[in-house]
Nanobody, 123 residues
Framework: QVQLVESGGGLVQAGGSLRLSCAAS????????MGWFRQAPGKEREFVAA????????YYTDSVKGRFTISRDNAKNTVYLQMNSLKPEDTAVYYCAAGGTGVITTAREYGYWGQGTQVTVSS
């Protein structure tokens, strides 16, 4: 049982950076693996990054590897996505999700979702 609220999206030039935050309510945040997904207009929702309950294991889709970093602060009930060297193809609505255990890359395995935050990268 968790509620998620994303923030930090906006408009940025190619090559710039943004940091997304996902704040969770409730006392069970530490029980969930967390993930970030994104969806561009007319496209399917795409996996971006995932992190285990303790933060010890992370996984990224190839297109963002080396540019994005997922992290979590369980004391603050917050997960972050640091996005560097942004490209126009990163433009999408970014969603935070809470799942089970381990590193989860499939959207159907996440039980809780935020409303999303828009990221727009201009060329």
């Amino acid at each position: 049982q968790v509620q998620l609220v994303e923030s930090g999206g906006g408009l940025v030039q190619a090559g710039g950076s943004l940091r997304l935050s996902c704040a969770a309510s409730g006392r069970t945040f530490r029980r969930y693996a967390m993930g970030w997904f994104r969806q561009a207009p007319g496209k399917e929702r795409e996996f971006v990054a995932a992190i285990s309950q303790s933060g010890g294991t992370t996984y990224y889709t190839d297109s963002v590897k080396g540019r994005f970093t997922i992290s979590r602060d369980n004391a603050k009930n917050t997960v972050y996505l640091q996005m560097n060297s942004l490209k126009p193809e990163d433009t999408a609505v970014y969603y935070c999700a809470a799942g089970g255990t381990g590193v989860i890359t499939t959207a159907r395995e996440y039980g809780y979702w935020g409303q999303g935050t828009q990221v727009t990268v201009s060329s």
